[in-house]
């Protein structure tokens, strides 16, 4: 449920817009043997400044200090540097995949295949808009609201998902995802989300703020750019009538705070029921083309939004529709297409959405593609070449390290009531951990790819997609599935399959090196692994049980203590003041507060068990818990554009990572490795210091 921000392009992107995601990313190629060092570096710090004053920036005052936020980027860092060295790597292997001789049905041979479709821009040029040619004649055809519930159908992907990789955001009217059953994990089912807005959010076409007023006048610019470019007449009147429909879906569309309110979300209802609980939309022809009607009973994640989007697919007229539709079938495929569409997809979802200068470079957009689109099959590849056993057996290891670790913290709490440590206790032994990648690979047999039709391998490939979704309906769940590309920095807590995926992306330098010392894995990777898990067993975590299931095992009263334990830190980070005007939100920030602060103290736990007695090896003049505590502030090196940390600290649910380092003024072992004393900016009495876990 909680992607941590290690990795901030990811963060910030709109994930169901391709080019969003692109669009952060730096342009330039960077020598990458020179980046991401090891965890631990000592010319990172500056020694002018006192540990206990600014534990950050005496970690990484001189790296700070000789760095250049690359142009193209908003911030820069430890995360920035990994992600750009994947990158580097990742095309080594797709443009070896493409050159290849490969057979054309092997899966190198069709992610060789997808690349070189991808990377031929003169082909994308030369065709036009004659790749497009099918699906506007589909729409053109539509000549009733039955027809148009039949095209709802045909066009529903499963491009949405409510709690792992959480997305929201589809421009298809609804978007499907099938996860387990909330109250019956064992199986797995269909959800319906809201859907049918082109730009990421409800508040993007009803918010009266300045700056959103801005963007919806560019947006309602760039659908009739769209038009334009498409060769169809009456740009602007359509382009009108697009905006008002999308505007109209965003009053009945749900706010992403009740997106997330997961007990509102479990709604079965009976497919026969659909039209009494949702009337308008033809939902009997809806769920024959999409692939649903065989299914006894479909979740409304969105009941009232649902309800809210049926009625206007009856009251809207069919030709606001079909130009709904047009715009999105084009805009969706334009950055596939040739340079003006491009540019213009750019232009606005880069440039205005994301305020990204810099178009990336057209292989790093290929990526992107690829890792929307084959991800598991690139990740595969990456694996292969990137990610060794004994990485995997060390991680593996590091991870049951950290996990009974956590149970002994349970055991030790003196608040919380037998019954509840007796579930959250049932609660870890349960929890599966993917390693590095999936334990099993998908199948990629059944998707056709071509070396000379981008547009064709992209549609093919979302519509296999939700063919491979489907097929898992009514079948058990695989508590092992992944929703995360294994080649990417970051991880996840997957709630309803009581799982974790720590990527192959992040088990590397500077996180983790299964050579390095274990101090430093344990401070970095080990943090971020202890982060996840602690996920498991928090205000939200409380609402599942051992099994996935939406069950809530915490009694009343150790929900309360949690929550009081939790206004101390809130005050803690309400405490720092990145601009004199602004401070960190401690209320806004608390759940990954917290989950930082458990997720250190059990990988503390974990590392000094590993010493089994013994004191730990000094390397590079550190003591043991100087190694841990500083390689802890060097993996949130990270140095912001002002404007951008000021977007974090009003939207972000984490404290940006400058403060996300100081956590550490909470450990006992902190003021004793670094001699902190009161008087020290950073220092808190033996009582000040927060102990949730
Ligand atoms: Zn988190």
Same mark, same amino acid.
């Given at each position: 449920m909680h992607v941590p921000s290690r990795f901030l392009p990811l963060a910030l992107g709109?994930?169901?817009?391709t080019v969003a995601r692109a669009a *952060?990313?730096?342009?330039s190629l960077r020598a990458? =043997?020179?980046?991401?060092?090891?965890?631990?570096?000592?010319?990172?710090?500056?020694?002018?400044? /006192?540990p206990g004053d600014d534990f950050f920036r005496y970690a990484n005052g001189a790296w700070l200090g000789g760095t250049e936020i690359p142009p193209d980027r908003s911030a820069w860092g430890a995360s920035g540097e990994l992600d750009e060295r994947l990158r580097v790597q990742t095309r080594e292997i797709l443009e070896a995949a493409a050159l290849?001789?490969?057979? !054309?049905?092997s899966l190198e041979g069709k992610v060789g295949d997808f690349y070189a479709a991808a990377m031929d821009e003169a082909a994308a040029q030369s065709k036009g808009i004659a790749p497009l040619k099918p699906a506007l004649s589909r729409i053109t055809a539509l000549k009733t609201k039955a027809d148009l519930a039949t095209y709802l159908g045909e066009e529903?992907?499963?491009?949405?998902?409510?709690?792992?990789? =959480?997305s929201f955001q589809t421009s298809r009217l609804f978007g499907l995802w099938v996860a387990p059953?909330?109250?019956? *994990?064992t199986r797995n089912v269909p959800y319906l989300l809201q859907g049918g807005l082109?730009?990421?959010?409800?508040e993007y076409y009803l918010s009266t703020a300045p700056a959103m007023v801005e963007t919806r006048d560019k947006y309602r610019a760039h659908v009739e750019t769209i038009f334009k470019l498409a060769g169809i007449k009456d740009a602007a009147k359509r382009a009108a009538r697009v905006v008002d429909l999308e505007t109209k879906m965003a009053r009945v569309h749900a706010t992403r705070q009740e997106s997330l309110e997961v007990k509102d979300a479990n709604n079965p209802w009976p497919t026969a029921e659909w039209t009494k609980q949702a *009337?308008?939309?033809?939902w009997t022809r809806f769920f024959r083309a999409s692939g649903l009607?065989?299914?006894p009973v479909v979740f409304a994640w969105h009941p009232k939004a649902t309800a809210g989007l049926s009625a206007l697919v009856a009251h809207e007229p069919l030709d606001a529709w079909k130009d709904w539709a047009t715009f999105h079938v084009v805009d969706r495929r334009s950055p596939f297409l040739g340079k003006a569409f491009q540019d213009e997809a750019f232009a606005f979802?880069? /440039?205005?959405?994301?305020?990204? !200068?810099e178009q990336a470079a057209r292989w790093k957009r290929a990526q992107t593609w690829m890792d929307d689109f084959m991800g598991e099959a690139v990740g595969r590849l990456f694996v292969e070449r990137h990610f060794t056993p004994a990485a995997k057996a060390k991680a593996s290891e590091m991870v049951k390290a950290i996990t009974a670790a956590f149970v002994r913290r349970i055991d030790a709490?003196?608040?919380?009531a037998p019954s509840t440590k007796a579930e959250a206790k049932a609660k870890v032994k349960a929890l599966y951990v993917g390693v590095g990648y999936p334990d099993r690979w998908q199948d990629w047999s059944g998707l056709e790819v071509r070396r000379d039709d981008l547009v064709g391998n992209v549609d093919r490939a979302s519509l296999f997609h939700r063919q491979q979704e489907l097929a898992k309906?009514?079948?058990?769940?695989?508590? =092992?599935?992944?929703?995360?590309?294994?080649?990417?920095v970051n991880a996840v807590n997957l709630p309803a399959r009581n799982a974790l995926s720590i990527p192959a992306g992040i088990l590397q330098l500077p996180y983790f090196d299964?050579?390095?010392p274990a101090a430093v894995n344990y401070a970095s990777i080990g943090g971020t692994i202890g982060h996840e898990v602690s996920h498991s067993f928090d205000d939200q975590g409380a609402?599942?049980?051992?099994?996935?299931?939406?069950?809530?095992?915490?009694t009343k009263e150790d929900l309360a203590h949690f929550q009081a334990s939790g206004t101390e830190l809130a005050k803690q980070f309400d405490g720092? /003041? *990145?601009f004199p005007d602004l401070h960190i939100n401690g209320k806004q920030t608390l759940s990954e507060n917290i989950a930082d602060l458990a997720g250190l103290a059990a990988a503390h736990d974990a590392w000094i068990g590993t010493l089994g007695g013994a004191p730990a090896p000094v390397v590079k003049g550190f003591s043991g818990e100087q190694q841990f505590f500083l390689a802890y502030a060097q993996s949130w090196r990270t140095k912001f554009r002002d404007p951008l940390m000021r977007q974090l600290v009003v939207t972000d649910g984490h404290a940006p990572d400058p403060y996300r380092?100081? =956590?550490?003024?909470?450990?006992d072992a902190w003021y004793a490795a670094f001699e902190v004393k009161p008087g020290e900016t950073l220092y808190l009495g033996a009582k000040e210091r927060v102990r949730v876990w």
């Amino acid at each position: 449920m909680h992607v941590p921000s290690r990795f901030l392009p990811l963060a910030l992107g709109f994930a169901a817009v391709t080019v969003a995601r692109a669009a *952060p990313e730096a342009s330039s190629l960077r020598a990458p =043997t020179s980046l991401a060092p090891s965890g631990l570096e000592a010319a990172f710090i500056d020694r002018s400044v /006192r540990p206990g004053d600014d534990f950050f920036r005496y970690a990484n005052g001189a790296w700070l200090g000789g760095t250049e936020i690359p142009p193209d980027r908003s911030a820069w860092g430890a995360s920035g540097e990994l992600d750009e060295r994947l990158r580097v790597q990742t095309r080594e292997i797709l443009e070896a995949a493409a050159l290849s001789k490969a057979a !054309a049905g092997s899966l190198e041979g069709k992610v060789g295949d997808f690349y070189a479709a991808a990377m031929d821009e003169a082909a994308a040029q030369s065709k036009g808009i004659a790749p497009l040619k099918p699906a506007l004649s589909r729409i053109t055809a539509l000549k009733t609201k039955a027809d148009l519930a039949t095209y709802l159908g045909e066009e529903l992907r499963a491009d949405v998902d409510a709690m792992d990789c =959480t997305s929201f955001q589809t421009s298809r009217l609804f978007g499907l995802w099938v996860a387990p059953q909330l109250d019956a *994990p064992t199986r797995n089912v269909p959800y319906l989300l809201q859907g049918g807005l082109g730009m990421p959010d409800r508040e993007y076409y009803l918010s009266t703020a300045p700056a959103m007023v801005e963007t919806r006048d560019k947006y309602r610019a760039h659908v009739e750019t769209i038009f334009k470019l498409a060769g169809i007449k009456d740009a602007a009147k359509r382009a009108a009538r697009v905006v008002d429909l999308e505007t109209k879906m965003a009053r009945v569309h749900a706010t992403r705070q009740e997106s997330l309110e997961v007990k509102d979300a479990n709604n079965p209802w009976p497919t026969a029921e659909w039209t009494k609980q949702a *009337p308008g939309l033809d939902w009997t022809r809806f769920f024959r083309a999409s692939g649903l009607a065989e299914q006894p009973v479909v979740f409304a994640w969105h009941p009232k939004a649902t309800a809210g989007l049926s009625a206007l697919v009856a009251h809207e007229p069919l030709d606001a529709w079909k130009d709904w539709a047009t715009f999105h079938v084009v805009d969706r495929r334009s950055p596939f297409l040739g340079k003006a569409f491009q540019d213009e997809a750019f232009a606005f979802y880069g /440039r205005v959405l994301s305020g990204t !200068a810099e178009q990336a470079a057209r292989w790093k957009r290929a990526q992107t593609w690829m890792d929307d689109f084959m991800g598991e099959a690139v990740g595969r590849l990456f694996v292969e070449r990137h990610f060794t056993p004994a990485a995997k057996a060390k991680a593996s290891e590091m991870v049951k390290a950290i996990t009974a670790a956590f149970v002994r913290r349970i055991d030790a709490l003196d608040w919380m009531a037998p019954s509840t440590k007796a579930e959250a206790k049932a609660k870890v032994k349960a929890l599966y951990v993917g390693v590095g990648y999936p334990d099993r690979w998908q199948d990629w047999s059944g998707l056709e790819v071509r070396r000379d039709d981008l547009v064709g391998n992209v549609d093919r490939a979302s519509l296999f997609h939700r063919q491979q979704e489907l097929a898992k309906l009514g079948k058990p769940v695989d508590r =092992t599935a992944w929703c995360m590309n294994p080649h990417i920095v970051n991880a996840v807590n997957l709630p309803a399959r009581n799982a974790l995926s720590i990527p192959a992306g992040i088990l590397q330098l500077p996180y983790f090196d299964p050579d390095g010392p274990a101090a430093v894995n344990y401070a970095s990777i080990g943090g971020t692994i202890g982060h996840e898990v602690s996920h498991s067993f928090d205000d939200q975590g409380a609402l599942f049980d051992s099994t996935g299931k939406l069950r809530n095992w915490w009694t009343k009263e150790d929900l309360a203590h949690f929550q009081a334990s939790g206004t101390e830190l809130a005050k803690q980070f309400d405490g720092y /003041r *990145p601009f004199p005007d602004l401070h960190i939100n401690g209320k806004q920030t608390l759940s990954e507060n917290i989950a930082d602060l458990a997720g250190l103290a059990a990988a503390h736990d974990a590392w000094i068990g590993t010493l089994g007695g013994a004191p730990a090896p000094v390397v590079k003049g550190f003591s043991g818990e100087q190694q841990f505590f500083l390689a802890y502030a060097q993996s949130w090196r990270t140095k912001f554009r002002d404007p951008l940390m000021r977007q974090l600290v009003v939207t972000d649910g984490h404290a940006p990572d400058p403060y996300r380092a100081q =956590t550490v003024r909470n450990f006992d072992a902190w003021y004793a490795a670094f001699e902190v004393k009161p008087g020290e900016t950073l220092y808190l009495g033996a009582k000040e210091r927060v102990r949730v876990w």
